[in-house]
């Protein structure tokens, strides 16, 4: 027995299917897992016929079914390219259990893991729990992020979530939450040991804390809504109250003043 998966011509799965012999040209009979999938196929159409353990790859036409019986024609073989670049999105679901004590209980979660690995979903109760990066306005499309509105019809997978970024980052302030567009660490050296030395002595908090506010003061001026704006301005200006350092405090402030009331950009501790 042969398993393969049923995709639509873009890429995108829908069913899963049995062959009794492997693709080798010609008419090829596949057995669905029920009827009902079998009369959602168009005859004429084409699809994608992905064999889940022989690696076999192939665009076919559907030319009729009965009952859970499918026929397709071989129309070509895709190349390991195509196979690569496929995401499945495959439903997730399990339970989040609080460790800080902060809340009692557990939280379901029903979430989409991609074949690429990794697990991703937005739930407040994750962000309570200590959650500190997720993702906002994600495209999957080569080139998507060039094209000023999102592409849908060369996506690699479907994102559930289709807020724009100024939504979640506004979304996040309303919770109570920084919003962080931070690389400095990155880009000054400090990984490794030099970071966690950082952490262990609490004299991260003087790099993190104000470069989060300065790089969401950058994106609330070059990009925001006005309502987001307002929100995000309130929240800089109490958060910048909260740096310990009073050194740290006082430049912090006044990059922030920099950045609104100029061009002037990209600064970081």
């Known amino acids: 027995m042969h398993k393969y998966l049923i995709l639509d011509e873009s890429g995108k799965p829908l069913f899963r299917a049995v062959m009794r012999q492997a693709m ?27 064999g889940i353990r022989d690696g076999n790859f192939a665009e076919v036409r559907f030319l009729r079914g009965r009952g859970e019986t499918a026929e397709f024609e071989m129309v070509r073989m895709l190349d390991s390219g195509t196979r690569q670049n496929l995401r499945i999105p495959v439903r997730f679901e399990s339970f989040l259990y609080p460790v800080s004590g902060a809340w009692k209980g557990r939280a379901a979660i029903v979430s989409r893991d991609l074949s690429c690995g990794g697990i991703a979903f937005v739930s407040e109760k994750a962000l309570q729990v200590g959650i500190s990066q997720i993702s906002g306005a994600s495209r999957t499309s080569v080139g998507g992020y060039t094209e000023e509105e999102r592409p849908h019809d060369s996506e690699q ?23 962080s567009f931070c690389t400095a660490c990155y880009r000054e050296g400090r990984t490794g040991d030099r970071f966690m030395s950082l952490c ?47 050194k740290v405090r006082a ?18 501790f």
């Not at 010609?26 to 959602?40: H, I, Q």
């Not at 994102?159 to 979640?168: A, I, K, N, P």
């Open 24 to 50: 080798n040209g010609g008419v090829c009979r596949a057995e669905l897992e029920n009827e009902e999938d079998v009369e959602k196929l168009v005859p004429g159409g084409l699809f994608q016929l992905m």
């Open 157 to 179: 997978f479907d994102v559930s979530d289709q807020r724009t970024l100024d939504e979640v980052v506004h979304w996040l302030m309303e919770l109570g939450f920084l919003p």
């Open 200 to 246: 262990k002595n609490g004299q991260i908090q003087n790099c993190c804390h104000p470069n989060a506010l300065m790089t969401l003061t950058e994106f609330l001026t070059d990009y925001a809504s006005e309502e987001t704006k307002q929100t995000g301005f309130a929240l800089i200006e109490k958060e910048l109250q909260k740096i310990p350092n009073e």
């Open 251 to 268: 430049i912090a402030t006044e990059n922030v003043e920099a950045i609104r009331a100029s061009n002037r950009r990209d600064f970081r």
